[in-house]
């Protein structure tokens, strides 16, 4: 996700009235300039940062139809085959999973190469189909294939995941955060943990109730750190290590399915910890300045 400290180095309202006040002069016919169609708009030129988060709304989408067309249609039709459902969402998982490095790159080189105009508003709509309705559609989609699983209830927890996204996405572009942390899960590795959630194939209440712990924490003000750094490098070894349990599980290797279990789990662990340890950080960093200011008071 695009840091909002990456943003270009220009003044917003002056860059902005002046490209009204060149939109006008062209449409009324003051000082039209012969090269102005040759010369692109600065808000509509593409950077490299958003031809990758391009790349991340691209396998959202992917995800959904690899869903639809693997999982859901031969379901309804009659035709299903267990390895192709497997392969299938095998496939979508992986397509979230290269959405969130598409994600994780974009923000690395924003902060880098800069962005454009756009970038923030292309990197929110990307992330609202790969992180929001992608992950969201897999829930609807889970629970009227699985055995156990009711229908109208998954579909209600789909919807909440949804609308978590979008009140967290709305909420990181109007509200300041703290440096270096997120508030609330980041969408990337929310959608994961409820994916997780649902290959885990727990009972359906305890899934259920797991996938709505996620949307909470998603829309919660519980503190995430930024993946940057040695951080981002080891989100970037757990998403590459992800996409090979997936793999071993869809070819249905020996023991893949149980290592795809223990991907799982853990995380579903790290969605849980992780706010545990900044929250004790914080805490620690607070006792410290209390006892710095009563020092500085009594000396």
């Known amino acids: 996700m695009i840091d909002p400290d990456a943003q270009p180095a220009w003044a917003p309202g002056a860059e902005r009235s002046a490209a009204r006040d060149a939109d006008f002069d062209e449409f009324t016919g003051d000082g039209f300039d012969d090269d102005a169609d040759d010369e692109m708009p600065l808000s509509t ?15 959202g989408f992917m995800a959904v139809y690899f869903t639809t067309t693997g ?12 390895g192709m459902a497997r392969h299938s969402a095998a496939t979508a998982v992986v397509l979230m999973l290269m959405a969130a ?8 080189v924003a902060r880098k190469l800069r962005s454009s105009a756009m970038g923030a508003e292309l990197d929110n709509l990307s992330d609202l189909i790969s992180f929001g309705l992608a992950p969201a559609y897999f829930v609807a989609v889970w629970g009227m294939v699985a055995t156990d699983a009711n229908q109208r209830v998954s579909v209600v927890a789909a919807v909440v995941v949804l609308l978590a996204v979008v009140l967290r996405l709305a909420r990181f572009s109007c509200v300041p955060m703290r440096n ?3 508030q609330g899960m980041p969408g990337p590795f929310g959608a994961l943990t409820v994916i997780s959630i649902v290959l885990l194939e727990l009972p359906f209440v305890p899934t259920a109730l797991g996938i709505l712990g996620v949307a909470w924490l998603m829309v919660s003000r519980v503190e995430y750190p930024k993946p940057r750094g040695r951080l981002a ?5 757990w998403i590459v290590l992800s996409m090979g349990l997936l793999a071993s599980w869809a070819f249905d290797a020996p023991g893949g399915e149980l290592l795809l279990q223990t991907g799982c789990a853990l995380q579903v662990v790290l969605g849980a910890v992780i706010p ?8 620690n960093t607070f006792r410290d300045n209390r006892r710095e200011a009563r020092a500085a008071a009594q000396g």
């Not at 030129?45 to 396998?59: F, K, V």
């Not at 490095?101 to 690395?108: A, E, R, S, T």
């Not at 545990?276 to 805490?283: K, P, S, Y």
């Open 180 to 182: 270096g942390m997120f």
């Open 233 to 237: 490098v080891a989100m970037l070894c």
């Open 71 to 82: 999982v859901l249609i031969p379901h309804l039709t009659g035709s299903e085959d267990g």
């Open 45 to 59: 030129r593409l950077s490299i940062a958003d031809t990758l988060t391009l790349g991340n709304a691209t396998c």
């Open 101 to 108: 490095v598409f994600d994780l790159f974009d923000g690395l």
């Open 276 to 283: 545990l340890f900044a929250t004790a950080r914080r805490v």
